[in-house]
C-alpha cells in the first residue's frame, strides 16, 4: 500500500485539518413523500426519471466502500436516501454493515415504514435512528410532506422504535418561516420525557430546487427562546468534536433538544462528513455540484486497496466550506448544486 495511504490511516485529515469520520450512505433516490424542501412533486413528478437497479450499487458494493472507509477513520456509518427503507432486502444491508469493526450504524428515515421494519433492523444491528418529522399537526405535516401517509404512522413508527430497543431516536426537524415555525413547541412537547431528541434544523439552501430565500430562515436562537420560555433550557457539553447540533437540556429532567444552525452558525470548520449516493458518488459537501464516480472503480479489476488510495486521495484533497461562504446571504457560491434527496441530508 502507498506511503499516502499508511499516513492517511494514522488519521486522514483535509487540507483544512478536518478528519475523515462519517459515510453517509445513500440507498437510494426514491421516496414515498414529496417534501417541498427536498423533492419538491413539480420537479420529482410522475414522469421523474429514477435510478433504475442496474446503476444502484448492490450490497456487495456498498460494503467494499464501508470496510474501505473504515481504514481510513469512518467511525459513524448512516444509512439514508431518499427513503432507505424503500430498498429491498436493506435489512440484510444492516445486518452487514452492522458486522465491521469500529462501525458505529444510524440510519434516517422518514417514518412511514418504521413501524413495519424496527424490530428486524433491531435485530440485524440498528442501534440508532432518526426520523424527519416537520409538524404533529396533521395538516402542516401534510403540506411539508407532501404525501398521503398521515402523521400519526410516523408517530406510531417512532414509538415502535423505541420499543424495540433502539437509542437514542432522534427527530429532525426542518424549521420553515411561514409554515411550520408554530410547531416547534408542540414537537418539543410530544417528546418531552420520552427520551427521543429532537433536533431542529434551520431551513437550507439545499439542492436547487426547493427555491430557498434566506427570508424563510428561522434561526437556532429563536428557536430555542420559543421553546425556553415555557420549558427552560441549559446548554449541555458537545459529546464529542465536529457534532453538528447544539444541545440543550430541560431543567426540569424532561429530557433534551439539540438545534442546527447551519445557515446562522456554520460549522464547516468541523464538519468530518462525506457522502455516498445511491448510485456510487462520493461528495465531500452536502451542498456540492459534482461528485468522485466509485461505480466504475468498483465494478472493474481495482483491488481493495485501490479503492482505499481513490478515497484518502479525495479527502486529503477536500476544501469545501460552502455554508462559510455563504455567510448568511440569500446567495451561495454553488448555483448547480446536487439534490439532497440524490446523497441523502
Not at 28 to 38: A, E, G, K, S, W
Not at 103 to 110: P, S
Not at 283 to 304: K, V
Request: charged letters at 25%; one cysteine or more.
Amino acid at each position: 500500500m502507498s506511503d499516502s495511504v499508511s499516513d492517511v490511516e494514522a488519521g486522514t485529515r483535509d487540507v483544512r485539518g478536518r478528519p475523515l469520520r462519517d459515510l453517509r450512505i445513500s440507498v437510494t433516490d426514491r421516496c414515498n413523500f414529496r417534501c417541498v424542501y427536498c423533492m419538491p412533486r413539480a420537479e420529482f413528478g410522475p414522469d421523474h426519471e429514477f435510478l433504475n437497479t442496474g446503476k444502484l450499487l448492490s450490497f456487495d458494493e456498498i460494503e467494499r466502500v464501508a470496510r474501505a472507509a473504515a481504514t481510513i477513520g469512518i467511525r459513524k456509518v448512516r444509512l439514508t436516501g431518499g427513503e432507505p427503507l424503500l430498498r429491498a432486502g436493506i435489512v440484510t444491508l444492516v445486518e452487514r454493515l452492522s458486522a465491521i469493526d469500529g462501525i458505529d450504524l444510524a440510519m434516517t428515515t422518514n417514518g412511514s415504514l418504521l413501524g413495519a421494519h424496527a424490530a428486524a433492523l433491531v435485530d440485524a444491528g440498528l442501534g440508532r435512528v432518526t426520523v424527519s418529522l416537520d409538524s404533529t399537526d396533521p395538516a402542516t405535516f401534510a403540506r411539508m410532506s407532501d404525501t398521503r401517509v398521515p402523521v400519526q404512522t410516523v408517530l406510531a413508527g417512532i414509538d415502535t422504535a423505541v420499543r424495540a430497543g433502539m437509542s437514542p431516536v432522534k427527530v429532525n426537524v426542518v424549521v420553515r418561516r411561514g409554515v411550520n415555525e408554530g410547531s416547534i413547541l408542540a414537537l418539543a412537547e410530544r417528546f418531552r420525557g420520552t427520551g427521543v431528541v429532537v433536533r431542529f434544523i434551520e431551513y437550507m439552501d439545499v439542492g436547487a430546487t426547493n427555491r430557498w430565500e434566506l427570508s424563510e430562515v428561522v434561526d437556532v436562537d429563536s428557536i430555542v427562546q420559543t421553546i425556553g420560555q415555557v420549558y427552560p433550557l441549559a446548554p449541555v457539553d458537545a459529546e464529542y468534536d465536529g457534532e453538528v447540533a447544539t444541545r440543550y437540556r430541560y431543567l426540569d429532567g424532561g429530557g433534551e433538544i439539540g438545534v442546527i444552525g447551519s445557515v446562522s452558525e456554520p460549522f464547516c470548520g468541523s464538519c468530518t462528513r462525506a457522502r455516498l449516493s445511491a448510485d456510487g458518488k462520493v461528495y465531500t459537501c452536502l451542498f456540492s455540484s459534482t461528485g468522485t464516480d466509485l461505480r466504475a472503480l468498483l465494478r472493474s479489476e481495482a483491488s481493495q486497496d485501490d479503492l482505499v488510495e481513490r478515497l484518502s486521495t479525495l479527502w486529503l484533497q477536500r476544501d469545501d466550506r460552502y455554508s462559510e461562504l455563504r455567510a448568511g446571504t440569500n446567495d451561495g457560491p454553488v448555483r448547480d448544486r446536487i439534490e439532497m434527496s440524490y446523497i441523502g441530508g
